[in-house]
């Protein structure tokens, strides 16, 4: 795992801040940013599970889906995925069929986590697409969001995404 650099890092705290946003609709306070290969944020977005009802409206999702129409296609070549919670099943296979270059998240999901936790589909050497991962970046602010949001609306323990 490659180690992260100051624009890694910065690219998390745009989606941390994006993240902070989640708990006014009761959506679990996850942030994505997707940006260009010179850095210009092409998207960014926070889970919308609850507020859209849709249960495909994770942060990443929403993002890939904004820098896509930003650029007018699908391939999303030479662009990284920040996020403040690493992907699940679904938001890995989409980064992996958009063709992300990077993908640089906070915290670690040891129940849920498709990048190396508990399952590594983004480097997965059957698909055709494999993208760099950074892991733990402002691993703690990220992880004290989560546990904040799940304390006051869960209570201790509670999990989910």
Not at 17 to 41: K, L, Q, Y
Request: some cysteine; overall charge positive.
């Amino acid at each position: 795992m490659t180690a992260p650099s100051a624009a890694d890092r910065q690219l998390v705290r745009l989606a941390l801040e994006r993240a902070a946003t989640a708990p006014r609709t009761a959506d679990v306070p996850v942030g994505a940013v997707v940006a260009a290969a010179d850095g210009r944020v092409l998207a960014a977005a926070v889970n919308a599970r609850e507020a859209a009802g849709d249960p495909t409206a994770h942060a990443e999702v929403l993002a890939l889906r904004r820098a896509a129409q930003a650029l007018g296609t699908w391939r999303l070549e030479g662009a990284t995925l920040a996020v403040t919670l690493e992907p699940c099943t679904m938001c890995a296979g989409a980064l992996v069929l958009a063709r992300v270059t990077r993908l640089v998240f906070g915290a670690w999901d040891p129940k849920a986590g498709a990048a190396g936790s508990v399952w590594d589909v983004v480097r997965d050497r059957r698909l055709n697409h494999r993208p760099e991962v950074v892991g733990g970046v402002l691993e703690e602010e990220c992880g004290q969001l989560l546990r904040t949001f799940f304390a006051g609306h869960r209570g201790p323990g509670a999990g989910g995404r």
